[in-house]
């Protein structure tokens, strides 16, 4: 499905042209969307995430900024494209490169588009979509690219309620989805390359739903850039993996997740993706988690649940810093209960059990509404900050 974004790989992009950038600033708008049917949906698709991630061969290896509005739709967030001007809502996907339309409705070439004659296919675990490919002028939040790879769905599943996606993963994941094609450049490398931006650069601010809320305009996405006003203090930078099976997405090396004074593991490395909802740690981790908190595995939901509120932080330690997660911020809301179709007089967490090798840790948007992400392909490295 599309809370976890999919997963296949691609060679380099090949060296940008040298063109002089033109510095430009817009706000896109993120909206956070509800379209899950059950929480233990939710549970299976990033579980879904992870199994196709391990069923992959992976191969190798300041500046002013455009903003835009994006919407929570709870488990995951659109942002309006503009694909030959007309709008669709796809999801933001780090987990994933390819951007696609046609979920919902027919997603036809336009006046201004043009057919390569190359057909697309991507999994995602929990969903798929195959298609023809062509090239199109796509714009979001006052930036455009000209030429830009569209995959126009002729079949898919796993998705509803959303249009298709729009990829910020590393293009190497790219490589093999379309015919015609090693890899295709995605939207953010294209705006580097033709001289929109002047660094390559994902600034990510999402926000929690707030109430019973499942639909809120609440997120931002800033293209080659970051934006100060959404985070407080100073960004910490983390080098992307460069070795490893996670080191083909926006891989980090994780120093520990802890509960409380109790460290869960230690070593591990993990997947940073905006297209996951919840966040997966490793199966040893897990029952710690469990063991820790007095919780176990909800048999109809799939979330790990409590009779007692757990009191504890919850962290992640990148380098030598931690970033924690109060109980109310890992903790599912009481107020959306009915969305998810949970019981009253339980307690649950967005925490989840990643498996027990290969990639199993994905650290997804329940973590990601609560700091300033940045992924950030000119210098190889992921950043965070507390959210404002």
């Not at 380099?12 to 708008?29: D, G, Y």
């Not at 802890?258 to 029952?287: C, E, F, R, V």
């Not at 710690?288 to 595995?297: E, M, P, V």
């Not at 790990?304 to 997660?325: Q, V």
Request: proline letters at 3%; a neutral charge.
């Amino acid at each position: 499905m599309y809370f976890v974004a999919s997963l296949v790989l691609a060679a380099a992009v090949s060296a940008s042209p040298i063109v002089e950038r033109q510095a430009k600033t817009a706000v896109l708008p993120l909206t956070s969307i509800n379209n899950a049917k059950s929480a233990k949906s939710v549970v299976n698709a990033g579980q879904a995430r992870i199994n196709k991630i391990n069923n992959v061969q992976h191969v190798g290896a300041q500046p002013d900024a455009s903003s835009g509005s994006i919407t929570n739709e709870d488990v995951t967030y659109v942002a309006p494209f503009s694909i030959g001007g007309k709008t669709w809502q796809l999801i933001v996907d780090t987990g994933s490169s390819n951007t696609w339309c046609g979920a919902q409705s027919a997603c036809e070439k336009t006046s201004t588009g043009k057919s390569t004659g190359g057909s697309v296919q991507v999994s995602y675990g929990s969903g798929s979509f195959s298609g023809n490919e062509y090239t199109d002028t796509v714009s979001f939040g006052g930036l455009t690219v000209s030429k830009q790879s569209i995959g126009a769905a002729t079949s898919s599943q796993g998705f509803q309620g959303v249009d298709g996606i729009a990829g910020f993963g590393p293009v190497d994941l790219t490589q093999g989805t379309v015919s015609n094609a090693n890899t295709v450049p995605t939207f953010l490398d294209n705006l580097y390359s033709q001289g929109s931006i002047s660094t390559e650069v994902l600034g990510v601010y999402f926000k929690p739903e707030s109430g019973s809320d499942s639909d809120d305009t609440n997120g931002e996405l800033t293209l080659g850039g970051t934006d100060a006003s959404k985070y407080s203090g100073s960004l910490t930078y983390f080098p992307k993996l460069t070795s490893g099976s996670a080191s083909a997405y926006w891989g980090l090396a994780i120093a520990s997740f802890t509960y409380g004074s109790t460290t869960l593991t230690s070593n591990a490395q993990g997947i940073i993706d905006t297209g996951t909802t919840l966040i997966y740690i490793p199966t040893s981790a897990y029952n710690k988690f469990l063991s820790a908190t007095g919780g176990s595995t909800d048999s109809n939901s799939g979330l790990a649940s409590f009779s007692t509120k757990p009191t504890s932080n919850f962290g992640i330690k990148f380098g030598s810093t931690t970033y924690t997660l109060t109980p109310a911020q890992y903790l599912v809301p009481q107020a959306q209960y009915s969305n998810f179709g949970l019981s009253s007089g339980k307690y649950y967490a967005w925490i989840n059990d990643g498996g027990s090798s290969g990639v199993n840790t994905i650290v997804g948007q329940k973590f990601l509404e609560n700091y300033y992400s940045v992924f950030d392909t000119t210098n190889s490295r992921i950043g965070f900050a507390t959210r404002t």
